[in-house]
């Protein structure tokens, strides 16, 4: 059973265990000099029974031999998941922006589409609305990545867009 954690900078607090007798060491703190010193001792016997103290370490030195080979264990498995999490997000971020091109391409298409439809739809008598829809038309087309697509059909032998004017 693990021991509340008390006020104080002790990492291993209730975690250091007695060599001897198997309970549980307490943390102590000294001024000694100015300087806060951390302590791990066994004390149980000596209040329970009068016993001599076990055991005293030096809690500096022992916190920084566990805290060092913490990181040298932790180190590779967190470089490794933040690589994994890396790959995640570039691969989530790059269907999102392939999703988005995508959209964009058939909003850009279908707005070409409405424009050649309504320039189907004119009159040529209406020389006016024609003219207009054709320049809507051909800049749509011009500023659209399908127009090949599209316009294919709509090309005379020089390549160029042809006018329903006559």
């Known amino acids: 059973m693990l021991a509340a954690p008390r006020h104080g900078p002790s990492v291993l607090a209730g975690l250091v265990v007695c060599g001897r007798c198997g309970c549980r060491m307490l943390v102590g703190y000294s001024n000694a000099n100015g300087k806060k010193a951390l302590n791990y001792r066994c004390l149980r016997n000596a ?19 566990v805290v060092e080979r913490m990181l040298q264990a932790v180190s590779p498995a967190s470089l490794e998941l933040s690589l994994a999490a890396t790959k995640e997000i570039q691969h989530e971020r790059k269907q999102l922006d392939d999703h988005w091109q995508q959209q964009q391409l058939t909003r850009s298409c279908y707005e070409v589409e409405q424009v050649r439809k309504q320039y189907a739809a004119v009159d040529p008598e209406h020389r006016l609305v024609a003219g207009e829809l054709e320049r809507r038309w051909n800049a749509r087309r011009s500023a659209n990545d399908c127009a090949p697509a599209i316009g294919a059909g709509c090309r005379d032998d020089r390549g160029e867009y042809r006018s329903r004017r006559r």
């Not at 329970?48 to 031999?65: F, I, M, R």
């Open 47 to 65: 209040i329970d029974y009068g016993e001599a103290k076990y055991q005293h370490l030096s809690g500096a030195v022992l916190e920084s031999l």
